[in-house]
């Protein structure tokens, strides 16, 4: 553990704002200061499955399954 506090972000899910729910929270993490938080990312592909994502959203693959 750090001992930084941790923020979890949730993005994608069911509804049809999908992609842009993608693209803020990509916005969010890029902001967000990594020597003050640690940063879980978590998907929700269009089926609702949740998956730990990285926390470059480069590097995102949320597909249905």
Excluded: K
Excluded at 16 to 44: K, M, N, Q, Y
Aim: glycine share 16%; net charge neutral; aromatic share 6%.
């Amino acid at each position: 553990m750090s001992g930084r506090p941790t923020v979890a972000v949730l993005f994608g899910g069911r509804s049809s704002e999908h992609g842009v729910s993608c693209v803020t929270a990509g916005g969010v993490l890029g902001a967000l200061d990594r020597e003050r938080w640690d940063v879980i990312a978590v998907g929700i592909t269009r089926d609702g499955r949740w998956t730990l994502q990285s926390d470059d959203p480069a590097r995102w693959r949320i597909v249905d399954g």
